[in-house]
T-cell receptor, first 115, second 113 residues
Framework: EAGVTQSPTHLIKTRGQQATLRCSPISGHTSVYWYQQALGLGLQFLLWYDEGEERNRGNFPPRFSGRQFPNYSSELNVNALELEDSALYLC??????????????FGPGTRLLVL | TQLLEQSPQFLSIQEGENLTVYCNSS?????LQWYRQEPGEGPVLLVTVVTGGEVKKLKRLTFQFGDARKDSSLHITAAQPGDTGLYLC?????????????FGKGTLLTVNP
């Protein structure tokens, strides 16, 4: 079974540009989560999509946005890039387990560098 | 805001030693997960604990969820260089629209041969 895939693996942008990151979940998973992992800050929750809808959002400005497509893949868009947006962006997918709790499976991440 | 504190932040030991990593919070979680992350890769799930007091063993790794479901520990017996990595704990609140995982900042473990 294929795991979560993300593209591109690396992305270099300059300040003010826009970045688009993509994620394909594990087959059968309907939920996709996005996290930012910046140096020294740990994983910070960005967005949660399920069945094409945004379900929850972390404490990030509106220039971080995304969407989920009918095939459950997802896109994260970061507008007006700032230097501090440089980080590893991780996508995870999940399917509800018995009992109502979820296990999230992570992709390898996209390393975004803003110059 | 739910916070998870992990300790120690850094740990460097010799092969064969035992170690324990802690994950503490003032909040109650419905489940807690432990991940290991290697440089340049995404976190890989090691275990999920869901019941207060639960103990799970995965070869040389022993995971425990506190009785009050606010804390957890990871104990590694006879550590090996292959155990090197960033260990992350993540707490999940109950389901619904506010569901998310709250991650600790991690413990960076180095096992020297």
């Amino acid at each position: 079974e294929a795991g979560v895939t993300q593209s591109p693996t690396h992305l270099i942008k300059t300040r003010g540009q826009q970045a688009t990151l993509r994620c394909s979940p594990i087959s059968g998973h309907t939920s996709v989560y996005w996290y930012q992992q910046a140096l020294g800050l740990g994983l910070q929750f960005l967005l949660w999509y399920d069945e094409g809808e945004e379900r929850n959002r972390g404490n990030f400005p509106p220039r971080f946005s995304g969407r989920q497509f009918p095939n459950y893949s997802s896109e994260l868009n970061v507008n007006a890039l700032e230097l501090e947006d440089s980080a590893l962006y991780l996508c995870a997918s999940s399917a509800f387990q018995t009992g109502g709790w979820e296990t999230q499976y992570f992709g390898p991440g996209t390393r975004l560098l803003v110059l | 805001t739910q916070l998870l504190e992990q300790s120690p932040q850094f740990l460097s030991i010799q092969e064969g030693e035992n170690l324990t990593v802690y994950c503490n919070s003032s909040s109650v979680f419905s489940s807690l997960q432990w991940y290991r992350q290697e440089p340049g890769e995404g976190p890989v799930l090691l275990v999920t604990v869901v019941t207060g007091g639960e103990v799970k063993k995965l070869k040389r790794l022993t995971f425990q969820f506190g009785d009050a479901r606010k804390d957890s520990s990871l104990h590694i017996t006879a550590a090996q260089p292959g155990d090197t990595g960033l260990y992350l704990c993540a707490g999940a609140n109950a389901g619904g629209s506010n569901y998310k995982l709250t991650f600790g900042k991690g413990t960076l473990l180095t096992v020297n041969p």
